[in-house]
């Protein structure tokens, strides 16, 4: 059964450095997603993409987030300077419609 | 405000025994609820989905059940086993496409003890 993958599994940055995490949605996906999910809190929902570009965006995902799906299969995410909050869970998903979505295995995201 | 609550935070049972969580939701308009599972370390894993006029959906040993007019749901564990300890949350979408007023309740913390 396809899944989505997710690289890589952890990363460690400091403050102020920038993080590009990369995903490879299920090939027939037509909408992609980005949420994190802080230590103990609920799943948030960071931005979707659909037809090479942005659909919706959260009040998270500000001028320092953004993402890319440069070759029709890689799904990226960059955090162009980190800050401590920003470390998390980020879990990639993807969906042939806007209903079931499915998830990667995430990155765990440590800022320092 | 849309919210989806869910009970209990967390919860502990035997191997073996059947359980039941608790998800209630305010989101209005509704188009249709998930339920989830989360391995520690992982992604959401989706159990069930339901819509509007669906009262109940099997998985295997999960069972969702919706109840629109009260805007609560549940979902059953029969015969726990070992592999079912993970979080399990309630997601509810709202009456029209958009990711972003999909609403994640915080999970049921699930432990199966041998």
């Known amino acids: 059964e396809p899944e989505v993958t997710q690289t890589p599994s952890h990363q460690v940055t400091q403050m102020g450095q920038e993080v590009i995490l990369r995903c490879v949605p299920i090939s027939n996906h037509l909408y992609f997603y980005w949420y994190r999910q802080i230590l103990g809190q609920k799943v948030e929902f960071l931005v979707s993409?659909?037809?090479?570009?942005?659909?919706?965006k959260s009040e998270i995902f500000d001028d320092q987030f953004s993402v890319e799906r440069p070759d029709g299969s890689n799904f990226t995410l960059k955090i162009r300077s980190t800050k401590l909050e920003d470390s998390a869970m980020y879990f990639c998903?993807?969906?042939?419609?806007?209903?079931?979505?499915?998830f990667g295995p995430g990155t765990r995201l440590l800022v320092l | 405000k849309n919210q989806v609550e869910q009970s209990p935070q967390s919860l502990i049972i035997l191997e073996g025994k059947n359980c039941t969580l608790q998800?209630?939701?305010?989101?209005?308009?509704?188009?249709?609820l998930r339920w989830y599972k989360q391995d520690t370390g992982r992604g959401p894993v989706s159990l069930t989905i339901?819509?509007?006029?669906?009262n109940t959906k099997s998985n295997g040993r999960y069972t969702a059940t919706l109840d629109a007019d009260t805007k609560q749901s549940s979902l059953h564990i029969t015969a726990s086993q070992l592999s079912d300890s993970a979080s399990y949350i309630c997601v509810v979408s709202p009456g029209y496409s958009s990711a972003s007023k999909i609403i994640f309740g915080s999970g049921t913390r699930l432990s199966i003890r041998p």
């Open positions: 339901m819509t509007f006029s669906e």
């Open positions: 998903a993807g969906s042939w419609t806007t209903e079931t979505q499915y």
């Open positions: 998800c209630n939701y305010t989101v209005s308009p509704f188009s249709n």
């Open positions: 993409f659909y037809n090479n570009e942005i659909s919706e």
